[in-house]
């Protein structure tokens, strides 16, 4: 009997990077894709991928506790993954109330789902922004086991969604993992994000916002290599844990605007420097030893290839 997947949020950016490695990896599978198609789905791409035999696609929102239920009771889900979310942290600290909502609340009705239909595995994608900021200065380094502290609406929601999700594990016995990533970088990304958001600004030739004096530093990792340690973690990781994903490849906005501007061969006088974001955490800094060590995984991108294949995507 096939093995059947359900994907909720599969029509975002990293949602879309899964389904087309897995879809292509795992032919005998059967794989559901669920999405509410908020402005940040890939529609076009989505479209695509449901010409495969083994993906379909059911539209509806997390949130929806009677659609929910109707889609499990339909599909039959033996795994459930999770990249439904709200995650644009300068959204979140206009209106918190849709983050909280969808983050929070829509993952306690898949959670309720899986109970009810007996899912073998249900897996949360998480953030390492529920660690918290990383001053400047500051040697930390977080691990899976380090306190929480998230300090934006969006990361109290996903760190919220996390401490709910290991709740139904130790109170239910539910299966489940979570994976914590750093910022991801790849095709098919929203162009509210900072590296499309920069290349579009490049092309036409327009001001190139940075926050702050852009020294805020991000681990970019890519949506290839996060795609694949997810793969990992459903298929061999332990329940009941949380796995971090990093890439150990720490740049700073302007660093990385630098390079967007090096590669598309325009000037760095583009760059202009706006008012600082609301509470704009500097830095955020995971391990992802266990990973590495229990399932031997390892990023195999490297950056500056796959960045420039990233850049040219959004052209």
Known sequence: M????????????IGINFLELMTAKYPDYRFVCYDKLTYAANVDKLAELEKADNLSFVKGDICDEKAVDELFSSVQPDIVINFAAESHVDRSIESSDIFLKTNVLGVRVLLDACRKYGASRFHQISTDEVYGEVPKGSDRVCDETSPLNPGSPYSVSKAAADMLVMSYHRTYNLPVSISRSSNNYGKYQHPEKLIPLMVKRAVNNQP????????????????????????????????????????????SNLEMVKIICECLSKPESLITYVEDRKGHDFSYRTTCNKLKTELFWSPLSEFEKELKYAIASFM
Do not use: Q
């Open 2 to 13: 096939k093995k059947t997947i359900l994907v909720t949020g599969g029509a975002g950016f």
């Open 208 to 251: 190139m916002p940075v926050y702050g004096n852009g020294e805020n530093i991000r681990d970019w990792l890519s949506v290839t290599d996060h795609c694949r340690a997810i793969d990992m973690i459903i298929h061999r990781g332990r329940t009941g844990e949380i796995y971090n994903i990093c890439a150990d490849n720490p740049v």
